[in-house]
């Protein structure tokens, strides 16, 4: 059954730490080499027509197509784990096994330098569509391919394309802390996953390099940087009252275009100048919530004591 109403009026008050007023997760999506490929042995190509009306005969390979994947991996990787050190923020990599399997070195180097792995499928594929034990067969795989690369078993899932009815009974079952597979909300919250309770910590699609794609609604680092201060800058307020967290989504082979990754420095040095910023991963944003239970507020709360509740557990 949808929930269509979630916290509604009154979300609960989390005590982020250090009072931060906003949990910032930057997400990068390593999805390349497990793209749809027939050099890989798969039939077909990956449709690469969203990536901005350019169309390759999905029958055949095309090499030139490719190296627009292999950027990411090549170039993108690197640029963003430097930016990261330099920066000392950690990140979350939603990784697909299948590319982590092509780069070992990437895979060591994200690990080595703190960053969170998050099982983003074993191919860059979605499972709706799949039985549950396609999708089992599909999460054991992923968990498989990263940890024989990385040394790290992930906690944490996300998949292309969205997930099914059976996925989160699954992945508890599996022993995952979270997914991400969810656009509903500001805050963590648990669902029921058969028998089980469940944490989804849910992502974005606005405060995304996604947007850069196909026909996308951003075209300079400077839109993307503004979209990203705007969408801290009014969490930052709402945080004074009510903590919330951000996603940043970024994707190798378009973020790590310097075009677009120089909007990413410019909105990490914005924010690392402001109080009540917690750069976390979201493994930590999941622990965090489970083991620092928010504070649930009542209807009938009125503003002045909210403020009053979240001064108290500040
Ligand atoms: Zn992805």
């Not at 507020?297 to 979240?310: H, L």
């Amino acid at each position: 059954m949808r929930d269509l109403i979630g916290y509604g009026e009154n979300p609960p008050i989390v005590t982020w730490p250090g009072g931060a007023k906003v949990a910032v997760s930057l997400v990068l999506n390593y999805e390349e080499g497990a793209e749809s490929s027939i050099e890989a042995g798969d039939a077909r190509d990956e449709d690469v027509s969203i990536f901005g009306g350019w169309s390759a005969d999905p029958t055949r390979r095309s090499l030139m197509k490719e190296s627009f994947f292999e950027y990411g991996s090549r170039v993108g990787i690197w640029r963003y784990l430097g930016m990261l050190r330099e920066y000392n923020v950690p990140a979350t990599v939603m990784a697909c096994g299948a590319a982590l399997e092509r780069n070992p070195e990437a895979a060591r180097a994200i690990v080595r330098d703190g960053h969170e792995i998050c099982a983003h499928g074993y191919k860059w594929r979605g499972t709706v569509g799949m039985t549950p034990a396609e999708e089992r067969a599909e999460i054991r795989a992923s968990l498989s391919a990263i940890e024989a690369t990385t040394g790290v078993r992930p906690v944490g899932w996300y998949v292309r394309e969205g997930i099914t009815e059976n996925t989160r009974e699954i992945l508890a079952e599996e022993g995952f802390l979270y997914d991400s597979n969810s656009y509903s909300d500001d805050l963590p919250y648990h669902v029921a996953a058969g028998p089980n309770s469940h944490l989804v910590v849910p992502y974005s699609g606005d405060t995304n390099d996604a947007r850069f794609w196909g026909n996308g609604s951003l075209g300079t680092a400077e839109d993307f940087f503004t979209v990203l201060k705007d969408s801290l800058d009014c969490l930052l307020i709402e945080g004074e009252t009510v903590p919330k967290m951000m996603s940043v989504g970024l994707h190798l082979r378009i973020g790590g275009r310097p075009s677009v990754s120089h909007g990413v420095r410019r909105f990490l040095e914005y924010a690392l100048a402001k109080d009540g910023v917690w750069f976390a991963t979201r493994e930590e944003i999941a622990r965090w919530w489970i083991e620092h239970p928010p504070v649930q507020q009542s209807v009938e709360n009125t503003t002045a004591e909210r403020a009053a509740a979240f001064e108290g557990v500040a």
